[in-house]
């Protein structure tokens, strides 16, 4: 069988297999790395710029990015009642992308292809991104104001990737700081939100009887107002006022939460994943306060748990669910049909809390909860890409296109 027209047949196949391979390889590489410096198994590495550094860039820029462009390739155009892209606005941006991280993992041997890479997939990323914009422009809808939303996240994107490309070539920490800092909050957390705001009532709706589809404006804009003031508070150095922000917006998510109604959404698996993904990201906004209220009292609190609390618990949590949705419902699959998925959520919230552990629990070796998690990470989404990675592979059992 030649795979060739099968595989680029739909954004998501190819975004979906990139990614899945990419979320082994990149924590592999930390894997990797937490074995010599918190299991202490054997003599770390040097590499040609800090572990911290490269962890930071692979996990906020390459791993999610694939998943963001395959969902939204595959979803933003129906957001905006628009046909399908073709196989030129989404081919060559994969290509791209997929070429500069290559050329990242190359430069942990020859360090200038680290900042060249990361060029590289900003040019993918732009060409991905031109495509989504183009499909938003030519829209008649009046609808477009969370299509919008995405796009300008997925700018500052761009840039936060090129400020970290430059804060690496020229070994300067401010810029890399930065560019987490909008990777973290101009850039994942406002896509990651607005798309559990768009389609986790939508969802609901179609599973549960009877259920009202929230989505009032005022508590979406909060959230993303929040996210752009801990931005600016954090980029300038004040740290200790990130409470108020982080306060508001960790109370408003889990309202949300509240009404959305998390309670009736566990008569479907993959709907109770996404309900309880977003609780993650409320849970986070409020770590990070109560550390910001430490900081103000002159204390430290918490390391970087509410950070991981962000990232593993709701980044990680929701790509398994709407991987899984995305993946099954798109491959002529029952979304019903996937019981794998349910299994390694559970056992995906036991690497999250390992990881928040791991502040408190430093000095156990081999048992250390940091490095457990790393190996953990690569056990849920090593099991996700077994059952799910051949799919990308094989047409639709139900002889659709796509």
Same mark, same amino acid.
């Given at each position: 069988?030649?795979?060739?027209?099968?595989?680029?047949?739909?954004?998501?196949?190819?975004?979906?297999?990139?990614?899945?391979?990419?979320?082994?390889?990149?924590?592999?590489?930390?894997?990797?790395?937490?074995?010599?410096?918190?299991?202490?198994?054997?003599?770390?590495?040097?590499?040609?710029?800090?572990?911290?550094?490269?962890?930071?860039?692979?996990?906020?820029?390459?791993?999610?990015?694939?998943?963001?462009?395959?969902?939204?390739?595959?979803?933003?155009?129906?957001?905006?009642?628009?046909?399908?892209?073709?196989?030129?606005?989404?081919?060559?941006?994969?290509?791209?992308?997929?070429?500069?991280?290559?050329?990242?993992?190359?430069?942990?041997?020859?360090?200038?292809?680290?900042?060249?890479?990361?060029?590289?997939?900003?040019?993918?990323?732009?060409?991905?991104?031109?495509?989504?914009?183009?499909?938003?422009?030519?829209?008649?809808?009046?609808?477009?104001?969370?299509?919008?939303?995405?796009?300008?996240?997925?700018?500052?994107?761009?840039?936060?990737?090129?400020?970290?490309?430059?804060?690496?070539?020229?070994?300067?920490?401010?810029?890399?700081?930065?560019?987490?800092?909008?990777?973290?909050?101009?850039?994942?957390?406002?896509?990651?939100?607005?798309?559990?705001?768009?389609?986790?009532?939508?969802?609901?709706?179609?599973?549960?009887?009877?259920?009202?589809?929230?989505?009032?404006?005022?508590?979406?804009?909060?959230?993303?107002?929040?996210?752009?003031?801990?931005?600016?508070?954090? %980029?300038?150095? $004040? @740290?200790?006022?990130?409470?108020?922000?982080?306060? !508001? &917006?960790?109370?408003?998510?889990? #309202? *949300? /939460?509240?009404?959305?109604?998390?309670?009736?959404?566990?008569?479907?698996?993959?709907?109770?994943?996404?309900?309880?993904?977003?609780?993650?990201?409320?849970?986070?906004?409020?770590?990070?306060?109560?550390?910001?209220?430490?900081?103000?009292?002159?204390?430290?609190?918490?390391?970087?748990?509410?950070?991981?609390?962000?990232?593993?618990?709701?980044?990680?949590?929701?790509?398994?669910?709407?991987?899984?949705?995305?993946?099954?419902?798109?491959?002529?699959?029952?979304?019903?049909?996937?019981?794998?998925?349910?299994?390694?959520?559970?056992?995906?919230?036991? %690497?999250?809390? $390992? @990881?928040?552990?791991?502040?408190?629990?430093?000095? !156990? &070796?081999?048992?250390?909860?940091? #490095? *457990? /998690?790393?190996?953990?990470?690569?056990?849920?989404?090593?099991?996700?890409?077994?059952?799910?990675?051949?799919?990308?592979?094989?047409?639709?059992?139900?002889?659709?296109?796509?």
């Amino acid at each position: 069988m030649n795979l060739r027209p099968v595989f680029f047949a739909a954004p998501h196949r190819v975004m979906f297999f990139a990614g899945a391979l990419q979320a082994l390889l990149g924590m592999a590489f930390w894997a990797f790395d937490l074995g010599a410096r918190y299991a202490g198994l054997y003599t770390p590495l040097s590499w040609p710029v800090p572990a911290t550094w490269l962890h930071a860039a692979l996990m906020l820029y390459g791993l999610f990015t694939f998943f963001i462009f395959g969902f939204l390739m595959t979803a933003l155009p129906k957001w905006v009642a628009q046909g399908p892209l073709e196989q030129r606005q989404y081919v060559p941006a994969f290509f791209l992308l997929v070429a500069g991280w290559l050329l990242f993992y190359a430069g942990l041997f020859a360090a200038p292809l680290i900042p060249l890479g990361m060029v590289v997939v900003a040019a993918g990323w732009g060409l991905g991104w031109y495509a989504l914009f183009a499909a938003v422009r030519s829209s008649i809808s009046e609808h477009k104001t969370h299509a919008w939303v995405v796009l300008v996240a997925l700018a500052c994107g761009i840039v936060g990737l090129l400020a970290f490309a430059a804060g690496i070539a020229l070994t300067h920490p401010g810029l890399v700081a930065a560019a987490i800092e909008a990777g973290l909050w101009l850039f994942l957390v406002p896509v990651f939100f607005t798309v559990t705001y768009r389609m986790l009532p939508f969802f609901s709706g179609s599973v549960i009887r009877g259920y009202d589809e929230y989505r009032g404006r005022a508590t979406y804009w909060i959230v993303l107002g929040c996210c752009a003031a801990h931005a600016a508070l954090a %980029v300038a150095e $004040l @740290r200790a006022w990130l409470w108020p922000p982080d306060l !508001l &917006g960790g109370a408003t998510v889990l #309202w *949300l /939460s509240w009404r959305w109604q998390l309670r009736k959404a566990f008569v479907s698996h993959l709907l109770a994943m996404h309900h309880l993904a977003s609780v993650w990201l409320g849970i986070a906004l409020l770590l990070f306060a109560v550390q910001s209220l430490f900081l103000l009292s002159g204390n430290g609190w918490g390391g970087r748990a509410p950070l991981h609390a962000l990232t593993v618990g709701y980044f990680g949590s929701i790509l398994i669910g709407m991987a899984t949705r995305v993946t099954l419902g798109h491959s002529g699959r029952l979304i019903s049909s996937d019981v794998w998925a349910w299994r390694l959520f559970w056992l995906f919230q036991g %690497v999250v809390l $390992l @990881r928040l552990g791991g502040e408190w629990f430093t000095e !156990l &070796g081999a048992f250390s909860p940091v #490095w *457990l /998690s790393a190996l953990g990470w690569l056990a849920v989404f090593g099991m996700w890409g077994r059952v799910h990675l051949s799919m990308f592979l094989k047409p639709r059992p139900d002889g659709r296109p796509g």
